[in-house]
């Protein structure tokens, strides 16, 4: 099992059996907003027909949906760009909407897709470490390489909006034969300085 923050892109592309992907795209987006002075701005503009509105109810639920119309009748808003006026009725001042939509990102946006049928291929992994010498509490440089591995498809995202995502995997190793014939399946190198 590996346990590494997620830092690398292309990395998780390799694990998904794609290629990374950069190109416009169409992504979708959820906000929680406060009203003020009967609007609400978002962080894009939506695509055509994408926004859903919705009353914060408890600060958890969704509560009436909001329909395009006239901001003057009671749960319709109208939309101006990324603006929306809501009516201060259903909508009064400090009060919390949901708003989920899709907006077009540019044209430098990557993009992994995970897919069931597309697996890896085979990898190899290097790694640098410490080793601790328990007896003396020294460290020393360590080196590591798996000579061939697959991660299995079942590897585990954590997502914190406060931490650095969280990338747990499973490999199952292949050996390689190596010059004396032996299967190998990893090398540990610890260097002296």
């Known amino acids: 099992m590996l346990e590494m923050p997620l830092v690398d892109l292309e990395f998780l592309s390799q694990l998904t ?16 907003l ?20 919705y009353i914060l109810d408890s ?4 509560g009436t949906e909001q329909t395009l119309g006239s901001a003057v009748n009671e749960n319709e808003y109208e939309i101006t760009g990324g603006v929306i006026t809501l009516n201060s ?17 540019p044209s430098d ?40 591995c697959k991660p299995r498809n079942n590897f ?3 997502q914190k909006s406060t931490e650095a995502t969280i990338l747990n995997i499973e490999f199952d190793l292949f050996t390689q034969d190596d010059a004396s014939g032996n299967k190998v399946y990893m090398k540990t190198y610890q260097l002296q300085s």
């Open 17 to 32: 059996g794609q290629d990374l992907s950069t190109g416009a795209a169409t992504v979708p987006y959820r906000e929680t």
């Open 34 to 53: 406060t009203v003020a002075s009967s609007e609400v701005t978002l962080a894009s503009t939506p695509t055509s027909g994408s926004l859903s509105v």
């Open 59 to 62: 600060n958890r639920d969704y």
């Open 89 to 105: 009725t259903s909508c009064p001042d400090d009060s919390k909407v949901i708003c989920e939509y899709t907006y077009s990102a």
């Open 109 to 148: 946006t990557n993009t992994i897709t995970y897919t069931a049928n597309q697996f890896p291929v085979y990898m190899k992994i290097n790694g640098i470490g410490e080793w601790l010498d328990e007896v003396t509490g020294d460290t020393k440089p360590v080196v590591f390489e798996v000579l061939k």
């Open 156 to 158: 585990t995202i954590t």
